[in-house]
């Protein structure tokens, strides 16, 4: 079926370190979407990619969507306390319509 | 502007029991979903709409129904509860056409006994 694998599970980081997650998936994405989940929150929205071997800037995080579109990826730069969080990619699919199909969230955890 | 609103945001449930979890949107969103949320599994779609009257199942369909009456309401029933139902519930809307992320409400967390 159609899975969006995202890595790793968890990272800890120290203040100031950069943090990367990554999403893969087997068959060709029509886009992918980011979402942050603080804990005991829910998923906000952070960007949407489309383009083949798009790259999107928002401040320290800057998100890259592969050249085949079946991978993509998250990279925050310096990291700090407020970047505590989970952070999903959500794929869609051409034949899944308006669906996402979400990956299993990378856990970050940054230490003062 | 509310955004989603669901309720209730806590819940325990007897195993067989039925209830209804509500959720609003005040933004004039066409798409709604309903997911549940697990530990280490990620979200996991359960059914969605894409207007009134629409609505399809996601990938967990079984022992839920909703129903679209409205662009505003879109609720999710459980028809019988079952321990394996206890999870984190997020109610989601976004206007159609492309481009767009969900609005997600703030959850229902759900427990069955």
């Known amino acids: 079926g159609q899975q969006v694998m995202q890595i790793p599970q968890y990272q800890h980081v120290q203040e100031g370190e950069d943090f990367t997650t990554y999403c893969n998936s087997s068959?060709?994405?029509?886009?992918i979407q980011w979402y942050k989940q603080r804990p005991g929150g829910h998923p906000v929205f952070l960007i949407q990619?489309?383009?083949?071997?798009e790259v999107k800037k928002q401040k320290r995080l800057t998100f890259q969507f592969g050249e085949a579109k079946k991978n993509s990826s998250l990279h925050i730069t310096a990291t700090q306390t407020t970047d505590v969080g989970t952070y999903f990619c959500?794929?869609?699919?051409?034949?899944?319509?308006?669906?996402?199909?979400f990956g299993e969230g990378t856990q970050l955890t940054v230490n003062p | 502007n509310a955004g989603v609103t669901q309720t209730p945001k806590f819940q325990v449930l007897k195993t067989g029991q039925s209830m209804t979890l509500q959720c609003a949107q005040d933004?004039?969103?066409?798409?709604m979903s309903w997911y549940r949320q697990d530990p280490g599994m990620g979200l996991r779609l359960i059914h969605y709409s894409v207007g009134a009257g629409i609505t399809d199942q996601g990938e967990v369909p079984n022992g839920y129904n909703v129903s679209r009456s409205t662009t505003e309401d879109f609720p999710l029933r459980l028809l019988s509860a079952a321990p394996s139902q206890t999870s984190v519930y997020f109610c989601a809307s976004r206007p159609g056409g492309r481009g767009y992320g969900y609005t997600f409400g703030s959850g229902t967390r759900l427990t069955v006994v």
């Open positions: 933004m004039n969103h066409e798409y």
């Open positions: 068959t060709t994405l029509s886009n």
């Open positions: 990619l489309v383009k083949s071997g």
């Open positions: 959500a794929g869609r699919y051409e034949t899944s319509g308006s669906r996402l199909t």
